[in-house]
């Protein structure tokens, strides 16, 4: 791995206007940042990320099957009493996933560390799946990246035809937001385009729209019934909203599944670090409530030098970075974020794996999963340890 300076392509912001990419700067500040790439050999991709991402996602559904039929575990990941029925069934009954983004400490050299597993509703879908594979072929028209370079890229089609799998010929879907916030709006409408692909109805519905008709069926604002729902909001806010007790009697079924509670949760971490100690594509993590009189394992990761660089103490339930402490192995603060939105909740605490600073940014490796395969990668960088909202999104290409 590689970051290769490079030149902006002349076109590419009237191009990101055309194509609804309104959000390519936020604040101030670029979010599209094509002012240089990271370039990977393919044997890389194949091997540091692409297979490893594959086989954590397998083993994260070993992990689920393993909540699932337990309560206690399933109280460990914060899954409230009167709803834990309800997301066990959901994996009992096999309802198929579609999607999720796995984040990555990769430094080119030693093997990718997973820091989390966003498979209920991670963004950065739009940019990843299009606007990188057009900055790809523009790039290699204009010379501007070797002739025969290539991407792992192939998200867009992966979508078509996981949906195409999993939902019967002309099926009608609604796809859902909340209102107002443009990079929901292009994720969710990057998945319905999928969805069309796929032969599919495709609906949009404002997350805030959504009601329940006297029959107690999901409707949407035009009182239509919402038979299949990809809603862009997680599940431990849906699952403690007002109607949440009438989610498992609509008869919707959901994209994501209920059972995904139990993967976009930090607390899963923790159960995967139980289940495959030492494992080289994990990173050692504990549940901070468990930890107060120290654990075994705690203890053994401790002493082979697991916490070297310190510990990355995070809640349970977060987005964008929100409520993640670095604390060096002295105990001293690395960095905080500034955002407390989720300190009521739970915390994990993960070794800390250090992201390699380039050019004065520090990039974590996105990489997609759709089914259970890992399909693309996506990257952003940040001046901070911590990866927050305003992190720049780069493209990257494999060299020939």
Same mark, same amino acid.
């Given at each position: 791995?590689? !970051?290769?300076?490079? *030149? ?45 991402? *594959? ?17 206690? #575990? ?54 990843? +799946? ?8 523009? +790039? ?80 949407? +604002?035009?009182? /239509?019934?919402?038979? *299949? ?13 007002? +109607? ?15 059972? !995904?509670?139990?993967?976009?949760? !930090? ?20 549940? %901070? ?19 070297? #660089? ?8 977060? /987005? ?15 960095? *905080? ?19 390699? %600073? ?29 990866? #927050?909202?305003?992190?720049?999104? !780069? ?6």
């Amino acid at each position: 791995m590689r !970051k290769v300076t490079g *030149t902006e392509r002349a076109d590419w912001q009237a191009r990101a206007e055309a194509a609804g990419f309104t959000f390519h700067s936020m604040h101030g500040e670029p979010y599209w940042d094509e002012t240089s790439a990271y370039a990977f050999t393919l044997d890389e991709i194949e091997t540091r990320l692409e297979d490893p991402s *594959t086989e954590l996602h397998a083993m994260v559904r070993e992990a689920v099957g393993r909540i699932a039929g337990d309560e206690a #575990q399933m109280a460990r990941l914060g899954i409230l009493e009167e709803h834990m029925d309800f997301v066990a069934g959901s994996w009992r009954d096999g309802e198929p996933e579609l999607y999720g983004r796995m984040d990555l400490a990769y430094d080119g050299k030693g093997p990718a560390r997973l820091l989390e597993y966003n498979a209920d509703t991670p963004t950065s879908l739009y940019e990843s +799946a299009q606007f990188q594979w057009d900055w790809l072929e523009g +790039a290699r028209d204009a010379g501007l990246i070797p002739e025969g370079a290539d991407q792992l890229n192939r998200l867009q089609e992966a979508l078509a035809e996981r949906l195409a799998e999993i939902c019967a010929p002309g099926e009608q879907l609604h796809f859902a937001a909340m209102a107002g916030a443009a990079e929901d709006y292009a994720t969710v409408e990057t998945m319905a385009y999928a969805a069309r692909d796929a032969g599919l109805g495709a609906h949009y519905v404002d997350m805030g729209a959504i009601g329940i008709d006297p029959s107690g069926r999901l409707v949407d +604002a035009e009182a /239509r019934i919402i038979g *299949t729902l990809f809603k862009l909001y997680p599940w431990e806010d849906f699952l403690r909203d007002e +109607a949440a007790d009438a989610l498992a009697a609509s008869g919707t079924r959901f994209l994501e599944p209920p059972w !995904k509670a139990l993967v976009s949760n !930090k607390a899963l971490l923790a159960v995967l670090w139980e289940m495959f100690e030492g494992h080289p594509n994990l990173l050692p993590a504990f549940l %901070e409530a468990e930890i107060a009189g120290g654990t075994p394992a705690w203890d053994r990761a401790e002493a082979v030098g697991h916490f070297a #660089q310190g510990t990355v103490r995070k809640p349970i339930f977060s /987005r964008e970075g929100a409520g993640v402490r670095i604390v060096g192995p002295d105990g001293a603060p690395l960095e *905080t974020s500034g955002n407390a939105t989720y300190d009521a909740h739970p915390m994990v605490v993960q070794a800390h794996a250090p992201l390699p %600073e380039m050019d004065g940014f520090r990039p974590v490796m996105g990489t997609w999963i759709v089914g259970e395969t890992c399909v693309a990668l996506g990257i952003r960088e940040d001046r901070s340890r911590i990866t #927050q909202d305003l992190s720049r999104f !780069k493209p990257h290409y494999i060299e020939a």
